[in-house]
């Protein structure tokens, strides 16, 4: 579950890439004034670390995940 009350702009953009830049997942969702909740499914990814990038066009967060 993916959640930030930074990031308040219409439209957020959630990638998710491997450490060799691939992108394996990516979905643009609308985002409310309180933040961004979301649920996103990642079981058919092989273990291994993970790049999330959240972005709203004026602001961007990253975070490193593991999947094992």
């Known amino acids: 579950t993916l959640s930030s009350s930074k990031l308040t702009g219409a439209e957020v953009s959630i990638r998710v890439t491997s450490l060799l ?8 969702i ?3 004034n309180a933040g961004l909740l979301k649920t996103i499914d990642l079981s058919h990814l092989p273990s291994g670390i993970y790049l999330v990038s959240l972005s709203d066009g ?11």
């Open 58 to 68: 004026l602001q961007q967060q990253n975070q490193r995940i593991v999947i094992r």
């Open 21 to 28: 830049g691939n992108v394996v997942y990516a979905e643009k």
């Open 30 to 32: 609308s985002c409310s």
